[in-house]
């Protein structure tokens, strides 16, 4: 039952993998708009962090429930 539990935390956490990799897609495409665009700055960087934001959450929560899977079913 404990190896269960642990490969279900494990698959839990993987969301950070996800976020990760939008985050940097993200990051990237503000980079290059930035490029382009300098005057639009002030926007691309104010909508870049909401959506990093948004996306390091869903990480943060993917982390939650593995520990919650780890603590509840021990």
């Given at each position: 039952?404990?190896?269960?539990?642990?490969i279900?935390?494990?698959?839990?956490?993987l969301?950070?993998?996800?976020?990760g990799?939008?985050?940097?897609?993200?990051?990237?495409?503000?980079?290059?708009?930035?490029?382009?665009q300098?005057?639009?700055?002030?926007?691309?960087?104010?909508?870049?962090?909401?959506?990093?934001?948004?996306?390091?959450?869903?990480?943060?929560?993917?982390?939650?429930?593995?520990?919650?899977?780890?603590?509840?079913?021990?």
């Amino acid at each position: 039952m404990a190896t269960l539990i642990a490969i279900g935390a494990g698959i839990a956490v993987l969301t950070g993998i996800g976020a990760g990799i939008g985050i940097g897609i993200a990051t990237g495409k503000a980079t290059e708009a930035i490029a382009r665009q300098p005057e639009a700055e002030g926007k691309i960087q104010r909508n870049l962090l909401l959506g990093c934001a948004l996306a390091e959450a869903t990480a943060i929560y993917g982390f939650v429930i593995g520990l919650l899977i780890i603590i509840m079913l021990k």
